[in-house]
Protein backbone atom coordinates (compact mmCIF):
# COMPACT_ATOMS: atom_id res chain seq x y z
CA UNK A 1 0.00 0.00 0.00
CA UNK A 2 1.30 3.26 -0.89
CA UNK A 3 2.68 5.42 1.68
CA UNK A 4 -0.53 8.09 2.89
CA UNK A 5 -3.09 5.81 1.17
CA UNK A 6 -5.47 4.66 4.70
CA UNK A 7 -7.29 1.19 4.22
CA UNK A 8 -11.02 1.47 3.15
CA UNK A 9 -12.58 0.61 6.57
CA UNK A 10 -9.54 3.40 8.13
CA UNK A 11 -11.26 6.15 5.29
CA UNK A 12 -14.78 4.80 6.36
CA UNK A 13 -13.56 5.70 9.78
CA UNK A 14 -15.23 2.12 11.32
CA UNK A 15 -12.11 1.58 13.46
CA UNK A 16 -12.68 4.68 15.30
CA UNK A 17 -10.14 7.74 15.17
CA UNK A 18 -6.51 5.99 15.32
CA UNK A 19 -2.76 7.69 15.40
CA UNK A 20 -3.37 8.33 11.35
CA UNK A 21 -6.65 9.67 11.69
CA UNK A 22 -7.03 13.62 11.66
CA UNK A 23 -8.49 14.87 14.54
CA UNK A 24 -12.63 15.18 13.50
CA UNK A 25 -13.29 18.47 15.29
CA UNK A 26 -16.30 19.45 16.91
CA UNK A 27 -19.26 17.35 16.17
CA UNK A 28 -17.13 15.39 13.63
CA UNK A 29 -18.19 11.76 15.16
CA UNK A 30 -21.53 12.86 15.16
CA UNK A 31 -21.05 13.43 11.19
CA UNK A 32 -18.80 10.29 10.43
CA UNK A 33 -21.86 8.30 11.98
CA UNK A 34 -24.27 9.34 9.85
CA UNK A 35 -21.99 9.01 6.75
CA UNK A 36 -21.57 5.50 7.24
CA UNK A 37 -25.38 4.50 7.96
CA UNK A 38 -26.64 6.17 4.79
CA UNK A 39 -23.54 4.09 2.88
CA UNK A 40 -24.82 1.21 4.45
CA UNK A 41 -28.43 1.48 3.57
CA UNK A 42 -26.88 2.11 0.10
CA UNK A 43 -24.91 -0.65 -0.39
CA UNK A 44 -28.45 -2.82 1.44
CA UNK A 45 -30.60 -0.96 -1.39
CA UNK A 46 -28.38 -2.22 -4.18
CA UNK A 47 -28.37 -6.20 -2.28
CA UNK A 48 -31.76 -6.69 -1.38
CA UNK A 49 -33.75 -7.57 -4.27
CA UNK A 50 -31.29 -9.91 -5.19
CA UNK A 51 -31.37 -11.35 -1.62
CA UNK A 52 -35.30 -11.05 -2.06
CA UNK A 53 -35.40 -12.86 -5.30
CA UNK A 54 -32.86 -15.72 -4.16
CA UNK A 55 -35.01 -16.45 -1.34
CA UNK A 56 -38.24 -16.61 -3.33
CA UNK A 57 -36.59 -18.97 -5.66
CA UNK A 58 -36.44 -21.52 -2.83
CA UNK A 59 -39.85 -20.76 -1.73
CA UNK A 60 -40.79 -21.65 -5.29
CA UNK A 61 -38.58 -24.78 -5.33
CA UNK A 62 -39.73 -26.38 -2.51
CA UNK A 63 -43.42 -25.73 -3.46
CA UNK A 64 -42.32 -27.06 -6.93
CA UNK A 65 -41.12 -30.24 -5.01
CA UNK A 66 -44.04 -31.07 -2.70
CA UNK A 67 -46.66 -30.48 -5.77
CA UNK A 68 -44.26 -33.23 -7.80
CA UNK A 69 -44.43 -35.34 -4.43
CA UNK A 70 -47.72 -35.24 -3.51
CA UNK A 71 -48.83 -36.28 -7.57
CA UNK A 72 -46.95 -39.15 -6.80
CA UNK A 73 -48.30 -40.40 -3.34
CA UNK A 74 -44.89 -39.57 -1.62
CA UNK A 75 -46.83 -37.26 1.07
CA UNK A 76 -44.15 -37.55 4.13
CA UNK A 77 -41.42 -36.30 1.67
CA UNK A 78 -43.91 -34.10 0.22
CA UNK A 79 -44.79 -32.61 3.67
CA UNK A 80 -40.77 -32.04 4.48
CA UNK A 81 -40.87 -29.58 1.58
CA UNK A 82 -43.87 -27.79 2.46
CA UNK A 83 -42.39 -27.46 6.07
CA UNK A 84 -39.02 -25.73 4.37
CA UNK A 85 -41.36 -23.54 2.76
CA UNK A 86 -43.28 -22.12 5.81
CA UNK A 87 -39.81 -21.54 7.44
CA UNK A 88 -38.54 -19.38 5.00
CA UNK A 89 -41.40 -17.74 4.16
CA UNK A 90 -44.02 -17.58 7.48
CA UNK A 91 -45.96 -14.52 5.87
CA UNK A 92 -46.86 -16.34 3.11
CA UNK A 93 -50.88 -17.55 3.46
CA UNK A 94 -50.61 -20.10 0.13
CA UNK A 95 -47.97 -21.98 1.84
CA UNK A 96 -49.57 -22.89 5.23
CA UNK A 97 -53.21 -23.65 3.32
CA UNK A 98 -51.17 -26.21 0.73
CA UNK A 99 -49.63 -27.62 3.86
CA UNK A 100 -52.86 -28.14 5.43
CA UNK A 101 -53.97 -30.27 2.37
CA UNK A 102 -51.20 -32.32 2.97
CA UNK A 103 -52.18 -33.18 6.66
CA UNK A 104 -55.79 -33.69 5.46
CA UNK A 105 -54.95 -36.40 2.59
CA UNK A 106 -52.43 -37.85 5.59
CA UNK A 107 -55.28 -37.89 7.86
CA UNK A 108 -53.74 -35.51 10.36
CA UNK A 109 -56.87 -33.02 10.52
CA UNK A 110 -55.39 -32.04 13.60
CA UNK A 111 -52.33 -30.80 12.23
CA UNK A 112 -54.20 -29.13 9.77
CA UNK A 113 -56.67 -26.67 11.88
CA UNK A 114 -53.67 -24.30 12.77
CA UNK A 115 -52.09 -24.40 9.71
CA UNK A 116 -55.56 -23.42 8.41
CA UNK A 117 -56.25 -20.60 10.78
CA UNK A 118 -53.13 -19.57 9.80
CA UNK A 119 -53.71 -18.77 6.58
CA UNK A 120 -57.38 -17.10 7.56
CA UNK A 121 -55.37 -14.93 9.94
CA UNK A 122 -53.06 -13.48 7.39
CA UNK A 123 -55.62 -13.44 4.68
CA UNK A 124 -59.41 -12.82 6.06
CA UNK A 125 -61.02 -13.52 2.82
CA UNK A 126 -59.50 -16.72 1.70
CA UNK A 127 -62.68 -18.52 1.18
CA UNK A 128 -60.77 -21.75 0.43
CA UNK A 129 -59.27 -22.14 4.25
CA UNK A 130 -62.43 -21.30 5.81
CA UNK A 131 -64.36 -23.42 3.77
CA UNK A 132 -61.69 -26.33 4.18
CA UNK A 133 -61.87 -25.14 7.80
CA UNK A 134 -65.73 -25.24 8.83
CA UNK A 135 -65.55 -28.74 7.39
CA UNK A 136 -63.36 -30.37 9.32
CA UNK A 137 -64.79 -28.62 12.15
CA UNK A 138 -68.12 -29.75 11.53
CA UNK A 139 -66.72 -33.13 11.26
CA UNK A 140 -65.44 -32.81 14.48
CA UNK A 141 -69.06 -32.14 15.64
CA UNK A 142 -67.69 -28.01 16.52
CA UNK A 143 -71.44 -27.14 14.81
CA UNK A 144 -71.19 -23.14 16.31
CA UNK A 145 -67.58 -22.53 14.82
CA UNK A 146 -67.96 -24.50 11.80
CA UNK A 147 -71.50 -22.36 11.01
CA UNK A 148 -69.32 -19.28 12.10
CA UNK A 149 -66.81 -20.37 8.41
CA UNK A 150 -69.50 -21.06 6.35
CA UNK A 151 -71.32 -17.69 7.33
CA UNK A 152 -68.50 -15.77 6.69
CA UNK A 153 -67.78 -17.76 2.91
CA UNK A 154 -71.43 -16.68 2.34
CA UNK A 155 -71.50 -13.37 3.43
CA UNK A 156 -68.71 -12.70 0.95
CA UNK A 157 -69.93 -15.44 -1.75
CA UNK A 158 -73.53 -15.91 -1.24
CA UNK A 159 -74.26 -17.91 -3.82
CA UNK A 160 -71.61 -20.65 -2.46
CA UNK A 161 -73.44 -23.76 -3.23
CA UNK A 162 -70.37 -25.74 -0.81
CA UNK A 163 -71.10 -22.95 1.77
CA UNK A 164 -74.50 -23.74 1.47
CA UNK A 165 -74.68 -27.07 2.16
CA UNK A 166 -72.35 -27.17 4.56
CA UNK A 167 -74.69 -24.87 6.88
CA UNK A 168 -77.87 -26.79 6.49
CA UNK A 169 -75.37 -30.03 7.49
CA UNK A 170 -74.80 -27.83 10.69
CA UNK A 171 -78.43 -27.46 11.59
CA UNK A 172 -79.04 -31.42 10.96
CA UNK A 173 -76.18 -32.41 12.92
CA UNK A 174 -77.09 -30.29 15.81
CA UNK A 175 -81.15 -31.51 15.79
CA UNK A 176 -79.67 -34.60 15.53
CA UNK A 177 -77.86 -34.60 18.51
CA UNK A 178 -80.62 -33.22 20.48
CA UNK A 179 -82.61 -35.94 19.45
CA UNK A 180 -80.36 -38.47 20.20
CA UNK A 181 -79.52 -37.31 23.55
CA UNK A 182 -83.53 -37.23 24.44
CA UNK A 183 -83.99 -41.02 23.13
CA UNK A 184 -81.40 -42.04 25.40
CA UNK A 185 -82.36 -40.24 28.46
CA UNK A 186 -85.86 -41.75 27.49
CA UNK A 187 -83.95 -45.33 27.47
CA UNK A 188 -84.84 -45.25 23.75
CA UNK A 189 -81.20 -47.31 22.53
CA UNK A 190 -82.42 -48.58 19.45
CA UNK A 191 -84.08 -45.56 18.45
CA UNK A 192 -80.83 -43.18 19.74
CA UNK A 193 -78.36 -45.54 17.59
CA UNK A 194 -80.53 -44.97 14.32
CA UNK A 195 -79.91 -41.22 15.13
CA UNK A 196 -76.54 -41.30 16.11
CA UNK A 197 -75.71 -43.58 12.88
CA UNK A 198 -76.57 -40.15 10.76
CA UNK A 199 -75.15 -37.90 12.99
CA UNK A 200 -71.59 -39.75 12.50
CA UNK A 201 -72.09 -39.77 9.10
CA UNK A 202 -72.05 -35.57 8.85
CA UNK A 203 -69.16 -35.93 12.13
CA UNK A 204 -67.38 -39.18 11.66
CA UNK A 205 -64.39 -37.12 14.05
CA UNK A 206 -66.49 -35.97 16.90
CA UNK A 207 -66.02 -38.48 20.14
CA UNK A 208 -69.23 -37.38 21.71
CA UNK A 209 -71.77 -39.30 19.03
CA UNK A 210 -69.10 -42.16 19.41
CA UNK A 211 -69.26 -42.47 22.91
CA UNK A 212 -73.18 -41.92 22.94
CA UNK A 213 -73.57 -44.66 20.62
CA UNK A 214 -70.85 -47.07 22.55
CA UNK A 215 -73.04 -46.44 25.53
CA UNK A 216 -76.39 -47.43 23.60
CA UNK A 217 -74.66 -50.38 22.59
CA UNK A 218 -73.76 -51.45 26.33
CA UNK A 219 -77.42 -51.57 27.46
CA UNK A 220 -78.30 -53.24 25.15
CA UNK A 221 -75.72 -56.01 25.41
CA UNK A 222 -73.66 -56.05 22.48
CA UNK A 223 -70.15 -55.47 23.83
CA UNK A 224 -68.16 -55.77 20.45
CA UNK A 225 -70.18 -52.92 19.06
CA UNK A 226 -69.52 -50.60 21.99
CA UNK A 227 -65.57 -51.82 21.72
CA UNK A 228 -65.68 -49.99 17.92
CA UNK A 229 -67.21 -46.88 18.61
CA UNK A 230 -65.15 -46.44 22.25
CA UNK A 231 -61.46 -47.32 20.18
CA UNK A 232 -61.54 -44.20 17.68
CA UNK A 233 -62.09 -41.72 20.73
CA UNK A 234 -59.03 -42.58 22.22
CA UNK A 235 -57.05 -40.33 19.85
CA UNK A 236 -59.77 -38.63 18.93
CA UNK A 237 -59.71 -36.78 22.71
CA UNK A 238 -56.45 -36.07 24.03
CA UNK A 239 -55.35 -37.60 27.68
CA UNK A 240 -59.03 -39.84 26.98
CA UNK A 241 -57.39 -42.12 30.36
CA UNK A 242 -61.25 -43.11 30.96
CA UNK A 243 -61.80 -44.99 27.39
CA UNK A 244 -58.37 -46.67 27.92
CA UNK A 245 -59.59 -47.99 31.21
CA UNK A 246 -63.82 -48.81 30.07
CA UNK A 247 -62.15 -50.61 27.24
CA UNK A 248 -59.72 -52.37 29.19
CA UNK A 249 -62.48 -53.27 31.45
CA UNK A 250 -64.95 -54.28 28.37
CA UNK A 251 -62.23 -56.66 27.11
CA UNK A 252 -61.85 -58.61 29.88
CA UNK A 253 -65.81 -59.48 30.68
CA UNK A 254 -64.66 -60.36 27.27
CA UNK A 255 -62.25 -63.05 28.67
CA UNK A 256 -59.46 -61.20 26.48
CA UNK A 257 -57.29 -60.54 28.70
CA UNK A 258 -54.21 -60.04 26.88
CA UNK A 259 -56.22 -57.23 24.51
CA UNK A 260 -57.60 -55.85 28.21
CA UNK A 261 -54.22 -55.39 29.65
CA UNK A 262 -52.82 -53.87 26.14
CA UNK A 263 -55.44 -51.06 27.22
CA UNK A 264 -54.94 -50.34 30.59
CA UNK A 265 -51.06 -50.31 30.00
CA UNK A 266 -51.93 -47.30 27.17
CA UNK A 267 -54.02 -45.47 30.05
CA UNK A 268 -50.54 -45.89 32.42
CA UNK A 269 -48.57 -44.50 29.14
CA UNK A 270 -50.53 -40.96 30.01
CA UNK A 271 -50.35 -40.89 33.80
CA UNK A 272 -48.73 -43.51 35.75
CA UNK A 273 -50.52 -42.83 39.21
CA UNK A 274 -53.66 -42.96 38.24
CA UNK A 275 -55.02 -45.17 40.93
CA UNK A 276 -57.91 -46.74 38.74
CA UNK A 277 -56.21 -48.00 35.92
CA UNK A 278 -53.09 -49.35 38.23
CA UNK A 279 -55.33 -51.17 40.27
CA UNK A 280 -57.23 -52.42 37.51
CA UNK A 281 -53.58 -53.51 36.10
CA UNK A 282 -53.00 -55.29 38.63
CA UNK A 283 -56.04 -57.68 38.76
CA UNK A 284 -55.37 -58.27 34.95
CA UNK A 285 -51.51 -58.59 34.92
CA UNK A 286 -51.96 -61.54 38.03
CA UNK A 287 -54.83 -63.38 36.03
CA UNK A 288 -52.68 -63.13 32.82
CA UNK A 289 -49.57 -64.92 34.05
CA UNK A 290 -51.67 -67.08 35.42
CA UNK A 291 -53.16 -68.41 32.42
CA UNK A 292 -50.40 -67.81 30.29
CA UNK A 293 -48.24 -70.13 32.53
CA UNK A 294 -51.04 -72.74 32.51
CA UNK A 295 -51.17 -72.64 28.51
CA UNK A 296 -47.48 -72.79 28.76
CA UNK A 297 -47.65 -75.97 30.89
CA UNK A 298 -50.17 -77.69 28.24
CA UNK A 299 -48.25 -77.11 25.07
CA UNK A 300 -44.85 -79.15 27.35
CA UNK A 301 -47.40 -81.81 28.17
CA UNK A 302 -47.46 -80.95 31.84
CA UNK A 303 -50.73 -81.43 32.69
CA UNK A 304 -51.21 -81.78 36.36
CA UNK A 305 -49.27 -77.86 36.63
CA UNK A 306 -51.61 -76.54 34.02
CA UNK A 307 -54.34 -77.91 35.71
CA UNK A 308 -53.54 -76.09 39.55
CA UNK A 309 -52.65 -72.99 37.30
CA UNK A 310 -56.13 -72.75 35.51
CA UNK A 311 -57.59 -73.86 39.29
CA UNK A 312 -56.11 -70.42 40.96
CA UNK A 313 -57.01 -68.22 38.08
CA UNK A 314 -60.67 -69.04 38.97
CA UNK A 315 -59.96 -67.65 42.26
CA UNK A 316 -58.19 -64.63 41.12
CA UNK A 317 -60.94 -63.94 39.47
CA UNK A 318 -64.35 -66.01 40.44
CA UNK A 319 -66.54 -63.38 39.44
CA UNK A 320 -66.81 -62.85 35.88
CA UNK A 321 -68.29 -65.97 34.66
CA UNK A 322 -66.35 -66.96 30.87
CA UNK A 323 -62.87 -67.40 32.64
CA UNK A 324 -64.65 -70.04 34.85
CA UNK A 325 -66.01 -71.68 31.62
CA UNK A 326 -62.85 -71.20 29.95
CA UNK A 327 -60.81 -72.79 32.78
CA UNK A 328 -62.95 -75.86 33.26
CA UNK A 329 -63.16 -76.48 29.85
CA UNK A 330 -59.12 -76.56 29.86
CA UNK A 331 -59.13 -78.83 32.96
CA UNK A 332 -61.39 -80.90 31.28
CA UNK A 333 -58.68 -81.52 28.26
CA UNK A 334 -55.90 -82.05 30.65
CA UNK A 335 -57.87 -84.64 32.72
CA UNK A 336 -58.48 -86.42 29.24
CA UNK A 337 -55.01 -86.34 28.40
CA UNK A 338 -53.82 -87.21 31.92
CA UNK A 339 -55.97 -90.76 31.11
CA UNK A 340 -58.35 -90.07 33.78
CA UNK A 341 -61.51 -90.89 31.92
CA UNK A 342 -63.76 -89.96 35.16
CA UNK A 343 -62.45 -87.47 36.17
CA UNK A 344 -62.76 -86.03 32.67
CA UNK A 345 -66.07 -87.02 32.32
CA UNK A 346 -67.40 -85.35 35.54
CA UNK A 347 -65.65 -81.90 34.40
CA UNK A 348 -65.75 -81.85 30.93
CA UNK A 349 -70.23 -82.43 31.67
CA UNK A 350 -70.20 -79.12 34.09
CA UNK A 351 -67.79 -77.32 31.49
CA UNK A 352 -70.25 -78.51 28.52
CA UNK A 353 -73.51 -76.90 30.77
CA UNK A 354 -71.60 -73.93 30.60
CA UNK A 355 -70.41 -73.44 26.75
CA UNK A 356 -72.95 -76.25 25.09
CA UNK A 357 -71.75 -75.50 21.84
CA UNK A 358 -67.64 -75.57 22.75
CA UNK A 359 -66.49 -78.20 20.29
CA UNK A 360 -63.45 -78.91 21.76
CA UNK A 361 -65.11 -79.76 25.50
CA UNK A 362 -67.20 -82.32 23.62
CA UNK A 363 -64.14 -83.65 21.38
CA UNK A 364 -62.28 -83.66 25.38
CA UNK A 365 -65.23 -85.62 26.61
CA UNK A 366 -65.50 -87.98 23.94
CA UNK A 367 -61.90 -89.16 24.16
CA UNK A 368 -62.72 -89.35 27.87
CA UNK A 369 -65.47 -91.59 27.27
CA UNK A 370 -63.36 -93.85 24.59
CA UNK A 371 -60.82 -93.91 27.61
CA UNK A 372 -64.11 -95.55 29.91
CA UNK A 373 -65.17 -97.68 27.28
CA UNK A 374 -68.46 -96.07 27.03
CA UNK A 375 -68.60 -96.04 22.97
CA UNK A 376 -71.56 -95.25 21.87
CA UNK A 377 -71.60 -91.86 24.39
CA UNK A 378 -68.34 -90.88 22.56
CA UNK A 379 -70.50 -91.43 19.20
CA UNK A 380 -72.96 -89.39 20.51
CA UNK A 381 -70.66 -86.15 21.57
CA UNK A 382 -68.67 -86.56 18.57
CA UNK A 383 -72.24 -86.35 16.17
CA UNK A 384 -73.19 -83.44 18.30
CA UNK A 385 -69.89 -81.01 17.84
CA UNK A 386 -70.02 -82.06 14.34
CA UNK A 387 -73.17 -80.60 13.96
CA UNK A 388 -71.79 -77.34 15.44
CA UNK A 389 -68.72 -77.56 13.18
CA UNK A 390 -68.97 -80.04 10.30
CA UNK A 391 -65.79 -78.92 7.89
CA UNK A 392 -63.61 -80.05 11.02
CA UNK A 393 -61.35 -83.04 10.06
CA UNK A 394 -60.10 -83.69 13.66
CA UNK A 395 -63.84 -84.13 14.42
CA UNK A 396 -64.44 -86.46 11.33
CA UNK A 397 -61.70 -88.20 11.88
CA UNK A 398 -62.34 -88.70 15.44
CA UNK A 399 -66.61 -89.35 15.10
CA UNK A 400 -65.36 -92.85 12.85
CA UNK A 401 -62.78 -94.10 15.15
CA UNK A 402 -65.94 -94.00 18.16
CA UNK A 403 -68.08 -95.59 15.29
CA UNK A 404 -65.47 -98.28 14.62
CA UNK A 405 -64.80 -99.13 18.36
CA UNK A 406 -68.46 -99.03 19.37
CA UNK A 407 -68.38 -101.84 16.24
CA UNK A 408 -65.65 -103.49 17.76
CA UNK A 409 -66.73 -103.47 21.07
CA UNK A 410 -69.35 -105.81 20.16
CA UNK A 411 -67.18 -108.37 18.59
CA UNK A 412 -63.84 -108.88 20.36
CA UNK A 413 -62.58 -106.68 23.01
CA UNK A 414 -58.69 -107.11 24.21
CA UNK A 415 -58.95 -105.38 27.04
CA UNK A 416 -61.63 -106.89 28.47
CA UNK A 417 -60.45 -110.19 27.58
CA UNK A 418 -57.07 -109.30 29.85
CA UNK A 419 -59.33 -107.51 32.16
CA UNK A 420 -57.29 -104.25 31.69
CA UNK A 421 -57.91 -100.86 31.23
CA UNK A 422 -56.97 -99.55 27.87
CA UNK A 423 -54.10 -97.45 28.99
CA UNK A 424 -52.25 -100.21 30.44
CA UNK A 425 -48.47 -100.33 29.58
CA UNK A 426 -46.72 -103.80 28.45
CA UNK A 427 -45.81 -104.90 31.64
CA UNK A 428 -49.33 -105.09 32.98
CA UNK A 429 -50.57 -106.95 29.51
CA UNK A 430 -48.11 -109.50 30.27
CA UNK A 431 -48.87 -110.02 33.57
CA UNK A 432 -52.60 -110.38 33.15
CA UNK A 433 -51.84 -112.70 30.44
CA UNK A 434 -49.72 -115.42 32.43
CA UNK A 435 -52.46 -115.30 34.94
CA UNK A 436 -55.37 -115.82 32.55
CA UNK A 437 -53.01 -118.31 30.28
CA UNK A 438 -52.55 -120.54 33.58
CA UNK A 439 -55.89 -120.02 34.70
CA UNK A 440 -57.70 -121.47 31.40
CA UNK A 441 -54.98 -123.89 30.25
CA UNK A 442 -56.68 -126.69 28.16
CA UNK A 443 -54.82 -129.34 30.06
CA UNK A 444 -56.69 -128.00 33.44
CA UNK A 445 -60.05 -129.76 32.32
CA UNK A 446 -61.32 -133.26 32.27
CA UNK A 447 -64.45 -133.16 30.25
CA UNK A 448 -64.39 -132.40 26.38
CA UNK A 449 -67.13 -129.39 26.32
CA UNK A 450 -64.86 -127.98 29.56
CA UNK A 451 -61.39 -128.54 27.25
CA UNK A 452 -63.09 -127.02 24.46
CA UNK A 453 -64.76 -123.81 26.29
CA UNK A 454 -60.90 -123.43 27.61
CA UNK A 455 -59.41 -123.52 24.32
CA UNK A 456 -61.67 -120.56 22.94
CA UNK A 457 -61.10 -118.75 25.95
CA UNK A 458 -56.76 -119.46 25.51
CA UNK A 459 -57.17 -118.67 21.82
CA UNK A 460 -58.55 -115.30 22.74
CA UNK A 461 -56.17 -114.71 25.86
CA UNK A 462 -52.97 -115.74 23.18
CA UNK A 463 -54.92 -112.99 20.74
CA UNK A 464 -55.18 -109.78 22.94
CA UNK A 465 -51.77 -110.79 24.18
CA UNK A 466 -50.23 -110.66 21.03
CA UNK A 467 -52.20 -107.62 19.59
CA UNK A 468 -51.70 -105.47 22.52
CA UNK A 469 -48.19 -105.78 23.03
CA UNK A 470 -47.19 -105.58 19.21
CA UNK A 471 -47.31 -101.48 19.15
CA UNK A 472 -48.55 -101.31 15.17
CA UNK A 473 -51.32 -103.70 16.07
CA UNK A 474 -52.52 -102.16 19.35
CA UNK A 475 -52.54 -98.52 17.54
CA UNK A 476 -55.03 -100.38 14.74
CA UNK A 477 -57.09 -101.77 17.53
CA UNK A 478 -57.13 -98.00 19.37
CA UNK A 479 -58.64 -96.80 16.44
CA UNK A 480 -60.76 -99.09 16.07
CA UNK A 481 -59.80 -102.01 13.69
CA UNK A 482 -59.34 -105.62 14.59
CA UNK A 483 -55.62 -106.22 12.72
CA UNK A 484 -56.73 -109.92 13.17
CA UNK A 485 -60.12 -109.86 12.11
CA UNK A 486 -60.59 -111.38 8.37
CA UNK A 487 -62.70 -108.95 7.46
CA UNK A 488 -59.65 -106.13 7.43
CA UNK A 489 -57.07 -108.00 5.72
CA UNK A 490 -56.66 -107.43 1.71
CA UNK A 491 -58.51 -109.69 -0.09
CA UNK A 492 -60.43 -110.90 2.75
CA UNK A 493 -57.53 -113.17 2.97
CA UNK A 494 -57.25 -114.68 7.10
CA UNK A 495 -54.16 -113.08 9.21
CA UNK A 496 -51.10 -115.47 9.25
CA UNK A 497 -50.11 -114.95 12.58
CA UNK A 498 -47.87 -116.78 14.70
CA UNK A 499 -48.88 -118.05 17.93
CA UNK A 500 -47.21 -117.70 21.01
CA UNK A 501 -48.13 -121.26 22.14
CA UNK A 502 -47.12 -124.77 19.87
CA UNK A 503 -50.40 -126.28 19.44
CA UNK A 504 -53.49 -126.78 16.87
CA UNK A 505 -56.51 -125.32 18.36
CA UNK A 506 -58.64 -127.01 15.82
CA UNK A 507 -57.43 -130.17 15.76
CA UNK A 508 -58.70 -133.06 18.19
CA UNK A 509 -57.83 -135.26 20.86
CA UNK A 510 -55.20 -134.91 23.89
CA UNK A 511 -53.69 -131.00 23.94
CA UNK A 512 -49.88 -130.22 24.63
CA UNK A 513 -48.90 -126.75 25.18
CA UNK A 514 -45.55 -125.11 24.61
CA UNK A 515 -45.62 -121.85 26.43
CA UNK A 516 -43.44 -118.88 25.40
CA UNK A 517 -44.48 -116.08 27.79
CA UNK A 518 -42.45 -113.08 25.54
Sequence with gaps: MESGQLPVWRGLGLLGRGAESPSLGPGGCERRLLWVASLLCVLLDLQLPGLLAAGQAEIENHLEMGRKLLAAGQLAEALSHYHSAVEIDPKNYLTYYKRATIYLAMGKFKSA??????????????????????????????????????????????????????????????FSMQEARTAFQRRNYLGAISILDRAIEISPWDPEAKE?????????????????????????????????????????????????????????????????????????????????????????????????????????????AIYTTKA??????????????????????????????????????????????????????????????????????????????????????????????????KQEIIKAYRKLAQQWHPDNFQSEDEKKEAEKKFIDIAAAKEVLTDPEMRQKFDSGEDPLDPENQQGGAGHQHHWPFEFNPFGSGNFHFKFHFN
Design 113 to 174: LPDLSKAIELKPDFLAARLQRGNILLKQGSTQEARQDFEAVLRSSPDNTEAQNQLARVSELE
Design 328 to 425: KGHICHCLTKSKRPREAIDVCTEAHHLDPRNVFILRDRAEAYILNEEFEKAVEDYQEAKEFDGENEELKEGLERAQKLLKQSKKRDYYKILGIRRNAN
Design 212 to 320: LRSECHLFLGDYSKAILDLKPTTKLRNDNRGAFLKLSKLYYSLGEHEESLNQVRECLKLDQDDKDCFSHYKQVKKLSKQLEMAEGHVEAQWYEEAIEKYKAAVKTEPNV
